[in-house]
């Protein structure tokens, strides 16, 4: 049974960073994702990574500002943010896929992920 926990959300002001954590037992061979949700809007993929910290992608409004990465002999799933924006207000939640692998299609849409965090709340405002 997989469980993820994370930690590491925070109240920051424009152009901070914050780094989320995510402790993610019996998930080494599966895509792991980070994803966010905001009040009164849909649930929306930020981040995947490919097992054994392969390939990764992220969605057009993050891109080279966070940085996902997975650290398999500690269990643990990344989300590196810089640059924060009052628009990444939401709460992010990790995921663990069923599937094995993931492409930018795939990984970002959360019918593919059968396990979730409770999540963690990240605020950016001044």
């Known amino acids: 049974q997989k469980r993820l926990v994370e930690s590491g ?9 914050l780094r989320l954590s995510c402790t993610a037992t019996d998930t080494s061979s599966v895509c792991l994702a980070w994803f966010r949700q905001a009040p009164g809007k849909e649930r929306e993929g930020v981040a995947v990574i490919n097992p054994g910290g ?3 992608y992220y ?3 993050v891109k080279d500002r966070f940085t996902i990465s997975r650290d398999t002999a500690k269990n643990t799933l990344y989300l590196q943010m810089n640059s924060l924006k009052p628009d990444d207000t939401a709460m992010y939640f990790c995921a663990a896929s069923q ?3 993931c492409t930018l299609q ?3 849409k959360a019918e593919n992920y059968n396990s979730w965090g ?3 709340q990240v605020t950016v405002s001044y």
């Open 59 to 61: 969605t057009r409004s």
């Open 9 to 17: 959300g925070g109240s920051v002001q424009p152009g901070e960073s």
């Open 99 to 101: 599937l094995f692998y």
């Open 54 to 56: 392969g390939s990764s």
């Open 106 to 108: 795939t990984g970002l």
């Open 118 to 120: 409770q999540g963690t």
